[in-house]
Structure formats: C-alpha cells, structure tokens
Nanobody
Framework: QVQLVESGGGLVQAGDSLRLSCAVS????????MGWFRQAPGQEREFVAA????????YYADSVKGRFTISRDRGKNTMYLQMNNLKPADTAVYYC????????????????WGQGTQVTVSS
C-alpha cells in the first residue's frame, strides 16, 4: 500500500526559503513519476514540479522555475522541494503525489496523494 507523508510547511516572509519533504512507502518504481502540486483557497490544484523516481530528469511550472528545486533520495525513499525566494503568491497547501503511468502534469493522472502541508508566505 502506497503512503505519502509531507512535512516542512510553515509561515515565512517573502524572500525566505523552505524545504518540503515527502516520505514515500510502498509501490514506487523506477518508472514512477513523483510530483508536487499546490492548491490555494478557491483555486484548482496546480502542478508545481515533477521528477522521475528512476532518473533525475525534472519538470517545473513556469511560475516556480528558477526558484524551486525538486529532488529525491531513493535511499531514504524521500522526495524534496526546495523553495527559495518565496512570494505571497506561493501561499497554498502543497501536496506530493505518485503517478505510475508515466509523465504527466495533470493532477487526475496521479493516483496517490499525501495529506498536504500548508505554506504561507507573508508580504
């Protein structure tokens, strides 16, 4: 059974940094894609970044490119999202997710989700 557990959210000021972690257990394969998504109040869940579990290719939304870095440590079964130069527009609940079906930035293609962690950026 797949379980994803996020941690690392919090309240920070604009320009600060945070690192989110996603501990993964059960059923992640080299061909799996892991992703970070976020959802702000009243808005749809949106793609942030993704990485293949089996190789280091990464993908980013334009809004975070150059500021966020996704990575994974397969030995620790953990995925990370390093977020630098945070902006108030980054305020959202951040979710990690697992997709066994290949490359996708669409939330509905991800079958497994964590519970989410709140990130709040004050101006």
């Amino acid at each position: 059974q797949v379980q994803l557990v996020e941690s690392g959210g919090g309240l920070v000021q604009a320009g600060d940094s945070l690192r989110l972690s996603c501990a993964v257990s059960g059923g992640v394969y080299s061909s799996s894609m892991m992703g970070w998504f976020r959802q702000a109040p009243g808005q749809e869940r949106e793609f942030v970044a993704a990485i293949w579990w089996g190789d280091p290719r990464t993908y980013y939304a334009d809004s975070v490119k150059g500021r966020f870095t996704i990575s994974r440590d397969r030995g620790k079964n953990t995925m990370y999202l390093q977020m630098n130069n945070l902006k108030p527009a980054d305020t959202a609940v951040y979710y990690c997710a697992l997709n066994r079906r290949g490359y996708s930035t669409v939330p509905n293609d991800y079958a497994y989700w964590g519970q989410g962690t709140q990130v709040t950026v004050s101006s």
